[in-house]
């Protein structure tokens, strides 16, 4: 078996939109998704955003 992985850059705008073209044109199984999540630190508190997504994807 061959894997493929791919990372999308998504902010938090428009995250839904870009995982969801990419999932439609992949031609191979999706395996996983995994997001990469960053810590902010804000004046009222912590938060987190995603940064990018890795896909990995079984061809």
């Given amino acids: 078996m061959r894997y ?15 995982l969801e073209q990419f999932l439609n044109i992949l031609r191979g199984e999706v395996v996983s998704v995994v997001p990469f999540v960053t810590p902010k630190f804000m004046m009222m508190g912590g938060t987190s955003t995603v940064a990018f997504f890795l896909v990995v994807e079984r061809v």
């Fill in 4 to 18: 493929q992985v791919h990372k999308l850059e998504v902010n938090k705008t428009n995250a839904r939109q870009v």
